[in-house]
């Protein structure tokens, strides 16, 4: 009764991590949302976010937590060339639409 249910934007299924070969624990690190109830009805839209996690992962620079680096953690010379993303250069380039619009702040004397 209520498994079928829509859950747009709550996060990825777990069917969708594991076609793109993302762990729960891993996802919930790099900021990925995981939704367990979720349940892929098409296999379109599980290729569509397959695909959109697999481009996530690709941009993704992960910092080493110390001195010695991990397996999957990104080099110097990747920590070094790597920019912060903005909220409006994630939202277009990941097509987010209903993003709030940003704020500006102003000193008030």
Do not use: M, W
Not at 74 to 97: L, M, P, R, Y
């Amino acid at each position: 009764r209520y498994n079928l249910r829509a859950r747009n934007g709550k996060g990825f299924s777990l069917a969708e991590l594991k076609a793109a070969g993302i762990t729960k624990q891993v996802a919930k690190t790099v900021g990925i949302a995981v939704d367990h109830r979720r349940k892929h009805t098409t296999e379109k839209g599980l290729a569509l976010n397959k695909e959109l996690l697999e481009s996530y992962k690709q941009k993704l620079v992960v910092f080493p937590k110390g001195s010695k680096a991990k397996f999957g953690d990104a080099t110097k010379e990747q920590c070094k060339a790597a920019t912060q993303v903005s909220a409006a250069q994630f939202n277009k380039v990941f097509g987010v639409k209903n993003a709030p619009a940003e704020i500006e702040f102003a000193n008030v004397a």
